[in-house]
């Protein structure tokens, strides 16, 4: 059942123009379609029409007003077939569909009371007949027809033109939306919602409304996601000289989502996490999340909408596209070194990972089961971090003319990520071909590179080795063209030298290219010993191994004029002190802390800084995960051991210098989402968090306090995981009760709710799960529920691999009846079980089996695909 990019051929009929009309109700909603069909040019004449449909039930059809008898098509679990159609045709069908019993969340579903669609990739067959694919695109027009009473409210895509009453309590609106666009960008509301307005005036001067629909308890949650939207708007036109093209710009919040949002034409949809915030029940990485959603999906008006993808092996074109649009607006209106930390911390230990495993991909993979199996890392971030390259490659200038040059010539079609890259070599005069590599080529580059000073000839010599390890598929890989940003930090100025490479002026921050499979680079007229500063800002996805000593970085963690590999430094030298740690725990010995990491700690904490937040990231440990990325063989408790005693080290080291950044940063001003605010809470909480780590009497106290004080949910939350992953059940107890008991009405607090117990490092963890499993507020049909209760377990990663596997049980058992409900929602969730070969030999062998008992089920696609790739 693969489908290859290979047999991709343009369809053999195509839609101009569609003419929906839904008459709405839970169980038996009826589409009637009109579509205006043509023979495509490039394909011969009288092959047969064929649709998409799933899980409809066929009422009628007929061909230019004449009905099809039951022998002049044929229908499938798939779709239907017609053959002996005249070259251009109206086609009209009649369908049935029940979405009350549509618990995958594809198509058209109910949420609650609302009814809401869910089209992409590939759900629009699941509404109505049709040529389910991205380069089939039409104009629509689309009446809505619902109960004025349950369905007051009457959306989707384009202008209301037309509305009016109907008999029996019924009433209608019409929509229309000039702009041509495939089915995936289909979008219909219908419910009791209210709406929040505001209005925004385009450099062109068009005076849009902009309109956040929620269901009235909400109504106090949109401000920010309105000003985040207009920011959005303003930095389009000013960055990438993009203007919205309607009257209407509408965004839905609804509480059943399977992602973060959908960039449907005129009408975004959103996972209520994704857009609701307020400062009592939303942290502050919530609100930078729900900036950096409501910008992605705005952006994909242009990056999506009005070019769009070809077929879905090109989804990367608008995603990472788009991803990449998106990091650079929060950059830009946040601290752009904290965004960038943040997104290559979670880069190389969540997306490194995936490439590691066995559904790594290119960024653009040549062949799938299901499509909805590939909105991953890969896809997205990687492909983002693709056009950051291209856009150092050839310069923000270039880039934007290239930008200008792809919207402009492709407007209004369905392309290539070839035609992206080939406006971005035509706009700069450079060759990208070798670059192209990386779209087609899966799994994560390691560069090997050492260096030495030659003191006679002030020279520093940089050899640098790529290879790309084998994936599924991809036994073999060739070189890429990898952009290494670097510098050469003087060991004894302790400033960037001038960087003169083949007699060429580079700067003292300069690029190079890493094109061969081994490439040397000889800098002359360097003047002092230096330590290398390599792919500085993460100039490129890859792992980069040089031989550092703990010295050198100590002295780039202090020296680095780059904040990123400041940062950077300060990792690797933890993970050096981190690896004697796991070392000494696995042998049983006695473990010892590093000093120079606690020196490197205290110099942090007695230094002035103008950023907060990236101190806050500096004071920050790997992770757990990100760890278990750097070894051959992840031993989870050794991991786990070895950090918390670094952890504790540090907190009882530097108690007093902890205690007193706490203090310094506490605040009563009224809380605001703002850069430097946010700084000095993550600050104040990263401090706190070693205080209670060594359940120090007064840091215990002040996260006690903290919780009481009821601030704002980012420091309520962060007192409370504290106090909940601390032994202090006494404390913990009561403080989770009484926050269960005030948010019980709030879905997304109680979200946080279930993530926070059922993290905690405490053996009770998975007993905490499966007793959540049965509260009120949790339901397996609800994808927020399962990602914060069942999702979040399986991130806990003693607990989820415990040894007596009952943690890979229970995941395992989610996702059996996921599989029926839900199959998107289920093969994501699977992922953790996946990973088995990265663990010790017992570990395999109980994930391994939980996987067979999983593929012993009837499976969806979904899990079908994955389970398959795991178990190869
Ligand atoms: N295009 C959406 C976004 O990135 C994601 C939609 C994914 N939908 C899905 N069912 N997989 O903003
Ligand atoms: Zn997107």
Redesign the pocket.
């Given at each position: 059942q693969s489908i290859y990019l290979s047999d991709y051929r343009p369809p053999a009929y195509r839609v101009t123009h569609t003419e929906l009309s839904f008459d709405l109700d839970p169980m038996a909603t009826r589409v009637k379609a009109r579509l205006h069909v043509e023979r495509h040019p490039e394909r011969a004449a009288g092959e047969p029409l064929e649709l998409d449909g799933e899980q409809l039930t066929l009422k009628s059809i007929a061909i230019d007003g004449q009905p099809l008898g039951d022998d002049e098509y044929v229908l499938t679990e798939r779709g239907l077939r017609v053959d002996g159609v005249p070259e251009r045709f109206l086609l009209d069908t009649d369908v049935e569909i029940a979405p009350k019993d549509n618990t995958a969340l594809?198509g058209l579903y109910q949420s609650g009371g609302m009814f809401c669609t869910?089209c992409?990739?590939e759900?629009f067959r699941r509404i109505t007949f049709y040529p389910d694919r991205p380069d089939v695109m039409a104009t629509f027009s689309t009446t809505v027809v619902g109960r004025s009473d349950r369905e007051p409210v009457l959306l989707s895509n384009g202008n209301p033109v037309e509305r009016g009453e109907l008999p029996d309590g019924r009433h209608f609106v019409t929509w229309e939306d000039p702009h041509p666009k495939p089915c995936y960008l289909f979008a219909l509301v219908a419910g009791d919602l209210q709406k929040v307005e505001d209005r925004f005036t385009t450099a062109g001067g068009r005076e849009v409304t902009l309109q956040i629909w929620v269901e009235e308890e909400n109504l106090g949650k949109t401000d920010h996601a309105m000003a985040s939207l207009k920011r959005a708007m303003r930095w389009d036109e000013e960055t990438y000289g993009r203007e919205y093209d309607l009257d209407l710009f509408m965004i839905v919040a609804v509480n059943d989502f399977?992602?973060?949002?959908?960039?449907n034409k005129g009408l975004n949809i959103f996972n209520s996490a994704a857009v609701l915030t307020h400062p009592h029940t939303a942290t502050d990485a919530a609100f930078q999340r729900v900036e950096g959603?409501v910008a992605?999906?705005y952006f994909?008006n242009w990056s999506?909408n009005r070019v769009t993808c070809r077929d879905w092996f090109q989804l990367s074109l608008?995603?990472g596209f788009?991803v990449f649009r998106d990091q650079s607006f929060s950059a830009d209106t946040n601290s752009a070194p904290v965004k960038r930390i943040e997104e290559v911390s979670f880069f190389r230990t969540a997306q490194f990972a995936e490439d590691a495993g066995p559904t790594a991909h290119p960024v653009r993979p040549d062949h799938y089961i299901e499509i909805?199996n590939f909105?991953t890392l890969t896809i997205?971030e990687k492909g983002a971090e693709i056009v950051r390259m291209l856009r150092n490659l050839v310069g923000w200038e270039a880039f934007r003319r290239g930008s200008d040059l792809y919207f402009s010539r492709f407007d209004g079609q369905a392309v290539t990520i070839e035609d992206f890259v080939a406006c971005m070599a035509e706009a700069s005069g450079q060759d990208l071909d070798q670059f192209m590599r990386w779209y087609s080529q899966a799994g994560t580059p390691e560069i090997d590179a050492h260096g030495e000073y030659d003191y006679a000839n002030g020279a520093y010599r940089l050899v640098l080795r790529q290879r790309t390890p084998a994936t599924p598929g991809q036994p073999d890989k060739q070189p890429l063209h990898i952009p290494i940003r670097l510098g050469l930090v003087g060991t004894k100025s302790g400033r960037d030298l001038t960087l003169t490479l083949d007699g060429e002026y580079l700067g003292q921050d300069g690029v190079i290219h890493l094109r061969e499979e081994e490439q040397e680079f000889l800098f002359t007229d360097v003047e002092e010993a230096p330590v290398p500063s390599l792919a500085r800002g993460f100039s490129a996805p890859i792992k980069l191994h040089f031989p550092y000593s703990r010295e050198d970085l100590a002295f780039l963690q202090t020296h680095d004029s780059d904040g990123f590999n400041r940062w950077d430094a300060g990792q690797r030298l933890a993970l050096l002190a981190l690896d004697d740690l796991i070392a000494a725990h696995r042998n049983g010995v006695e473990k010892v802390m590093d000093s120079r990491v606690v020196e490197a700690f205290r110099s942090l904490l007695n230094t002035a800084t103008d950023d907060k937040a990236v101190l806050a990231e500096m004071l920050t440990l790997p992770s757990e995960a990100y760890i278990a990325e750097q070894q051959p063989l992840v031993d989870v408790d050794a991991i786990h051991a070895a950090r918390t005693f670094v952890k504790q080290s540090l907190a009882i080291a530097l108690r007093d210098d902890f205690l007193r950044v706490y203090h310094e940063n506490v605040s009563e001003a009224p809380y605001a989402p703002e850069p430097e605010q946010i700084g000095a809470r993550s600050l104040k909480n990263v401090a706190l968090s070693y205080l209670v780590s060594i359940e120090d009497e007064e840091g215990v106290e002040l996260a006690r306090r903290q919780f009481e004080a009821d601030h704002n949910m980012t420091d309520v939350r962060q007192a409370l995981t504290l106090l909940v992953h601390s032994s202090r059940d006494d404390l913990a107890d009561p403080a989770l009760r009484a926050f269960g008991e005030k948010w019980a009405h709030d879905p997304l607090v109680m979200d946080q709710w279930f993530s926070i117990q059922v993290s905690r490092p405490q053996a009770d963890a998975l007993e905490r799960v499966k007793f959540l499993m049965d509260h009120p507020a949790f339901s397996l049909t609800n994808p927020n529920k399962v990602r914060a209760l069942i999702g979040a377990f399986a991130q806990n990663r003693i607990n989820f691999h415990r040894l007596d596997g009952e943690g890979y049980k229970l995941l395992a058992d989610v996702v059996i009846e996921l599989n029926r409900l839900n199959p998107?929602i289920a093969s994501r969730l699977v992922t953790p079980l996946t990973r088995w070969r990265r663990f010790d030999e017992p570990r395999q062998e109980l994930m391994k089996g939980e996987l067979e008992r999983i593929r012993a089920e009837k499976l969806s696609p979904n899990v079908y695909e994955v389970i398959e790739k795991a178990l190869a």
């Open positions: 594809e869910q992409e990739a759900g399977n992602m973060g949002a959908m960039e959603i992605h999906e994909h999506g608008k995603e788009t909805g909105y997205y998107e």
